[in-house]
């Protein structure tokens, strides 16, 4: 292995102070990225700065502080926009995470273009995230929801694309990395089949932006979603992308103060992008936060950032694949990103949870919000152990070990 | 096994692996449910692992609750032993009367009955009390 992207892993380390903590007397060993990363020192100063020395409302008061608040937040846009190479900030749009903006889409996009006939097609990898919102619009206007099957060894079924992609499809809504199967969907290429159909094309981010470089013009995205909480970033931020003649066209999602240009006894006319859509007093401290969680990600790079987590998944697959009765989900190597879910046999995945966090490793246990996912390979759990740019083969060693003595434990 | 009896048990143990062996070996040792029980009206919501659990009072007067309970996670099937060794089998008014927390806390165990709804366990004992009130 190289050792170029692991000694500076190990550098990054200092840049996040909860990775000091002890668990139990313990060294924290935090895997559990795919819920939500830490934070290092960069976005907390500037929250704190934030509130000590900036805060106020935005896009309102003719006072310095409004002007310095607005500033920084319409910067972060301006941050996030280069980040994912959105031609414009005004496309950028916030919004409180990835699940917001799914709604988003569903109930401005869908209610505008969705009716009885139409379908909109997503996968059996989805997140819930992407499920339910199509579940309960469905509900309401008619359309058909379908599925792209998932293989045994993890993938997106694409042979079954043929016949699932046709002209009836009005949307194709994916995940770009499985959160549970660490699948990379290859979404260029998902994205052009379904452009070629005139669908449009939503990409759900939250497990690729933080971990990979994603462009969406690269892409071609009609729409990129993605949280902030999990790229170094506070909860409570999120992003919208869209194409901007989508975007102009959709009615606003929600109603209040910010969004409109003029509002009369009479009716309403909405703001420009990207105001249109941020009705109320938007995250303002959360969005700067996320600027700078952007910043310090550009700064390190995302392609290292990958390089990374790509060479920690090359020494943790086969360390986990040695241990007897352990079972990975998901496919090989080569196609995923840095997450591994698993099963170990007879011992269940929150007992498994229970003695990692004792030996002070953090793993999730559960459905990891796939329900479907989950049944379609016929288990009600897993553990999922998911990296990020400050983890080391080190801790794939702890985690490794304490996996071993959990088999101990629950062995018969 | 009274709960004066179990804090003894525990507080031999030093390390958190004999507790967890300790939990388990109580799980296993927990009055098997009839599998046609394990359906979704006996079961508590937890999206980590799933519990199950039912109540038969007996004809006494006051009667007495007689659970029988079980969980697919080995943990959390000890930890419904170490709840029915103080509420099982008692009236209802000792049930409400008893602060299963407190000896949680006892135990070293309190982090497993937080109102967190990731293991079903507390949604249990709020099951049982319930069943009590009734």
Sequence with gaps: ?412 | MSAEELIEDFSFLETWEERFRLIVEMGRELEPMDPADKVDANRMLGCQSRVWITCRPTDENPPRLHFVGDSDAQIVKGLIAVVFEVYNDQTPQTILDTDIRALFAELGLANHLTPSRANGLNSMVERIRAFAAE
């Design chain 1, 1 to 412: 292995m190289k050792t170029t992207t692991l000694d500076r892993a190990a550098a990054l380390r200092a840049d996040f102070p909860i990775l000091a903590r002890k668990i139990g007397g313990r060294r924290l060993v935090y895997l559990d990225n795919g819920a939500t990363s830490q934070k290092p020192e960069p976005v907390i100063r500037t929250l704190d700065d934030y509130y000590r020395f900036h805060n106020a409302n935005v896009h309102r008061g003719a006072h310095t502080l409004s002007e310095e608040a607005t500033t920084l937040y319409e910067q972060a846009r301006l941050h996030i926009a280069r980040f994912i190479n959105a031609p414009s900030d005004t496309q950028v749009i916030y919004t409180s995470g990835t699940t917001e903006s799914i709604n988003l889409v569903a109930n401005t996009w869908g209610r505008a273009n969705l009716g009885p006939g139409d379908e909109v097609l997503i996968t059996e990898m989805e997140h819930h995230s992407n499920i339910v919102p199509w579940h309960i619009l469905r509900d309401q206007l008619g359309f058909t929801l379908r599925y792209v099957p998932v293989t045994d060894d993890g993938l997106l079924d694409e042979d079954a694309l043929d016949d699932l992609l046709t002209e009836r499809t009005k949307l194709f809504s994916f995940i770009h990395v499985s959160n549970v199967l660490g699948t990379v969907n290859p979404a260029a290429e998902l994205t052009a089949r379904a452009h070629a159909v005139g669908a449009k094309v939503l990409i759900d981010g939250a497990q690729s932006v933080p971990h990979m470089p994603v462009d969406v013009q690269a892409l071609d995205a009609d729409f990129l979603v993605f949280s902030g909480h999990k790229m170094c970033g506070p909860t409570g931020i999120g992003v919208l992308y869209g194409k901007r003649e989508l975007l102009e066209a959709m009615p606003p999602f929600k109603g209040g103060g910010e969004m409109i240009r003029d509002v009369k006894m009479s009716g309403s006319t909405w703001a420009d992008l990207p105001h249109k859509f941020e009705a109320g007093t938007p995250p303002i401290a959360q969005a700067i936060g996320l600027g700078a969680a952007v910043e310090y990600l550009t700064g390190i790079g995302m392609a290292w950032v990958h390089e990374h987590e790509q060479e920690l998944l090359a020494y943790a697959y086969p360390r986990l694949g040695e241990i007897e009765g352990l079972r990975i989900l998901g496919p090989g190597p080569t196609r995923r990103s840095g997450l591994i879910s698993f099963i170990l046999d007879d011992v269940h995945p929150h007992d498994l949870a229970a003695v990692l966090d004792q030996a002070g490793v953090a793993v999730r246990a559960g459905h990891h919000c796939a329900q479907p996912l989950h049944d379609r390979f016929g288990i009600s759990a897993s553990a999922r152990a998911s990296f990020y740019l400050y983890n080391t083969p080190e801790e794939v060693d702890i985690l490794c070990a304490a996996l071993e003595k959990a088999q101990d434990i629950f062995a018969f």
